[in-house]
């Protein structure tokens, strides 16, 4: 029953600011240019939200305000059918950038519908050509049991080794001083070796 509930807010709250959700994906309306919104902005913020929407990505919607907006939650001032909207473009998949934002009018916006399950489309700004090819070859049963008894040791490959030792390994090394033999330490000299 929850989920309804939670399924007919909303569908109401997406009527009531005409069809915009926070965290929906918007794009710009083909005539945007010809909208008051865009065109009570000067020259600078005319430049600014022709090159903030430039790109193909995704933009999603972080907030919207009415024209007045009210804390009063009664108030007719929070209801209406002209909104300001701040959008934020997607860097990565769920992430968006919090510095670089715009707010614009909801005239110039139009809401993206998601795909199925609710993903987003995949940003074409964030997809990258991946250069790397790798080839797959047929293994016959021989050689994956090699490949599985391969050890990387440095910047090569060897055979591992499948058996343990029989005798110490020894280790090639130098000492930095000389091990003092059996009494002559310096502790000889005060203690007694047979007590």
Known sequence: MAKKFLNLIENIQK?????????????????YKSKEG?????KVQQK????????DGNYK???ISTEYPSSAPGNSDNRGNFFYITVAKELAPGLTNQQGQVTVTSDMLEPI????????PTDPDTVYDNKVQIDPKEVDE????????????????????LSNPRQ???IPSSPATPSPAVNESYTSNYMPING
């Open 48 to 55: 600014y939200i022709d090159d903030y929407f430039d790109s």
């Open 61 to 63: 919607v972080k907030n």
């Open 15 to 31: 009527y009531m600011n005409s069809g915009f959700t926070t965290g929906g994906l918007v794009k710009l309306a083909s005539d």
């Open 142 to 161: 021989e050689d994956e049991i090699e490949t599985t008894r391969m050890t990387q040791q440095g910047d090569s490959v060897k055979k591992s080794e």
């Open 38 to 42: 865009y065109k009570n902005q000067n």
């Open 168 to 170: 110490n390994t020894k």
């Open 113 to 120: 519908e998601a795909e199925d399950n609710n993903r987003t």
